[in-house]
DNA sequence: CCTCCTGTTACTACCTGGTTATAATTGAAC
DNA sequence: GTTCAATTATAACCAGGTAGTAACAGGAGG
């Protein structure tokens, strides 16, 4: 009886994370038990209702896609020394892992090593020009990748910049990126 | 008047794109006029009631955290012959370029290259070793960026991988990428 | 002057997908 | 057979609408 309950709820829980578009009239019949069971076992589990679960999911989506679009740097820039050193860390969210291996897709360790270099060099137009990687071991899921970045050499406007990622004390990713100053450059940009 | 009432909905419209979760209620106090002229001027522009729009940016986001999720491939897969060839088409949409020169980021570029380097070696575990590029030219938003890759070399598990970028048949990013099938290789991914 | 037309407003009935609370029913366990 | 938890039914209420109808205000044209 009280098991029943438990599986129910358990099952309520599994299919509202899989199809959060469910009302209770649809859960009800789902479950073959009436709407107010369906109402109690939402109370019981914290679920707020349909209208509330769409509204939290296009707001938070609403305010991630404006962050993603206002994101100049892949990561969290914990340090940075304008025209010298910089460090940023990654979080590895099951977004960015290849399904089957929850391995990190190497264009994210090269994206935060590219938008880190870029940050360093202390312009609103700096473009990546080269680049040459080394992804040395697997990142997976829930590592963190501390990604640190120093100018070796600046020649007129091209910077030299070389990167190195770590999980845990271990290089995972190296590379070195030329990043050009265009400031003033291109007529085209204007 | 009549313009009174175009500037109105105008205004309508820009506001309900900037934020989506308002009710006729607080656009009617907003504007000064009356409940029931908000509602015809929905009707008017064809937009939806809060919830029918909450509901849609819900659903979207939800479908499109999906879509991304299972990307394998950065870009749209217009030709694979695997082991040998393949050409993806990325659309440079707003949330890929800076927000001030337009220009698409770099590490986008490698993005597309990478993950077509990959879906070209048949395996479920390829990953990327090392990688080599150069951005020619800048790309702006709302072009196509066409890629095209070639596996040059196979030695072992190790496939050399020669990756060109194209936009209106310009070459705006080129690079070698080298992959390593680790199928059977790792055993920590059990 | 009156009339017509447009834009706006007010009012009513109804809908969905809930909430809260209270009471009635079921069923299994002791 | 009683008892107690789990379930169900019922009623009243709410937000945020839709749909439709009627009234009103103000300027343009006759």
Redesign the pocket.
Known sequence: ??N??RK?RDQLQYILEQDPF???????AL?????????????ALG???????TKEMAATVHSKLRSMHGMEVIGELVQLDLGQYGISILPVSDALVFERTRILRGHHLFAQGNSLAAALVNSPRALTARAEVRFERPVYLDQRVVCEAEVEEQQYNRYTIAVNSKVDGETVFSGQFVVADVAGKEESLK
Do not use: H, K, Y
């Open positions: 009886m009280v029943q309950r129910r469910l009302t209770d009239d649809q859960l009800a479950f073959g038990v009436s709407v107010a069971t369906i109402r109690l076992d939402r109370m679920i707020p209702e349909l209208r509330e679960r």
